[in-house]
C-alpha cells in the first residue's frame, strides 16, 4: 500500500522567505503525487501533480515541487512567501492507473506566514 | 461549473439525534469520497463509491454511519444515533475516472454532536 509522510506539522516563515514543505512517500510502484492546499473554512483543492512526465512540477501560485525518486521525496517549494499563502498543505499519494482512485494524504502542515 | 456543493455548511445537534449530510458531485464525476477531518486523527476516508456503487467502506466508523448514492448527482451519509465523539467536519470529493485521481472538495459540513 502506499503513503506519505510530511516532515513536521507546523512551518514558519517570514515574508518573503523561500517555503519549503517536505513530503516522503512510499509505493511499491511509480505513484501519482499531489500537492493539496486547505484555506481556513474550506476545503482541500489541488495545487500540482506529478504523474510521471517532468520530474519538476510547476502548480498554482507559484509553487513548485520535483519528483526525486533516489530520495522518494516530492518537496513543495516557492520561492518567496506571501501573507496569502498562510493555510494547511496536504502531500498526497495514489496508484498510476484508472479503477479504484484511493489517494492517500498525509497528516498535513501548517504553514504560517511572518510578516 | 458550480464545484462539489455539500448541505448544510454547519450542522449542531444532539447526542441521539439522526444527521444527514448531503453532496452533489461535479456533473460528469463518476467517482465520490466522503471523508472526515478532525484534530487528532486528521483527514480519514470514509466511503468511496464509483458510478453510484459503493465499492470500499472500509473507513466507515461502526454501523451508526450509512451512506448511500442513488444517482450520479446525489448522495447522503448519515449517522444515527450521532454521539460527541463524531464531531468534525465532513467533505465530499469527486473525480472523474479519467481524471489522473483529482479530487475536487465540497466546502464540507461542520458538525457539533452536543
Known amino acids: 500500500a502506499q503513503s506519505v509522510t510530511q516532515l513536521g506539522s507546523h512551518v514558519s516563515v517570514s515574508e518573503g522567505a523561500l517555503v519549503l514543505l517536505r513530503c516522503n512517500y512510499s509505493?511499491?510502484?511509480?505513484?501519482?503525487l499531489f500537492w493539496y492546499v486547505q484555506y481556513p473554512n474550506q476545503g482541500l483543492q489541488l495545487l500540482l501533480k506529478?504523474?510521471?512526465?517532468?520530474?519538476l512540477v510547476k502548480g498554482i501560485n507559484g509553487f513548485e515541487a520535483e519528483f526525486k525518486k533516489s530520495e522518494t521525496s516530492f518537496h513543495l517549494t516557492k520561492p518567496s512567501a506571501h501573507m496569502s499563502d498562510a493555510a494547511e498543505y496536504f502531500c498526497?499519494?495514489?496508484?498510476?492507473?484508472?479503477?479504484?482512485?484511493?489517494?492517500?494524504f498525509g497528516t498535513g502542515t501548517k504553514l504560517q506566514v511572518i510578516p | 461549473d458550480a464545484g462539489v456543493i455539500q448541505s448544510p455548511r454547519h450542522e449542531v445537534t444532539e447526542m441521539g439525534q439522526e444527521v444527514t449530510l448531503r453532496c452533489k458531485p461535479i456533473?460528469?464525476?463518476?467517482?465520490l469520497f466522503w471523508y472526515r477531518q478532525t484534530m487528532m486523527r486528521g483527514l480519514e476516508l470514509l466511503i468511496y463509491?464509483?458510478?453510484?456503487?459503493?465499492?470500499?467502506d472500509s473507513g466507515m466508523p461502526e454501523d451508526r454511519f450509512s451512506a448511500k448514492m442513488p444517482n450520479a448527482s446525489f448522495s447522503t451519509l448519515k449517522i444515527q444515533p450521532s454521539e460527541p465523539r463524531d464531531s468534525a467536519v465532513y467533505f465530499c470529493?469527486?473525480?472523474?475516472?479519467?481524471?489522473?485521481?483529482?479530487?475536487?472538495f465540497g466546502a464540507g459540513t461542520r458538525l457539533s454532536v452536543l
Open positions: 470529493a469527486s473525480s472523474l475516472a479519467s481524471g489522473g485521481n483529482i479530487q475536487y
Open positions: 509505493s511499491s510502484v511509480p505513484p501519482y
Open positions: 506529478y504523474t510521471s512526465a517532468a520530474t
Open positions: 498526497a499519494v495514489s496508484l498510476p492507473r484508472g479503477g479504484y482512485q484511493k489517494v492517500t
Open positions: 456533473s460528469g464525476h463518476n467517482s
Open positions: 463509491f464509483n458510478n453510484n456503487v459503493p465499492i470500499d
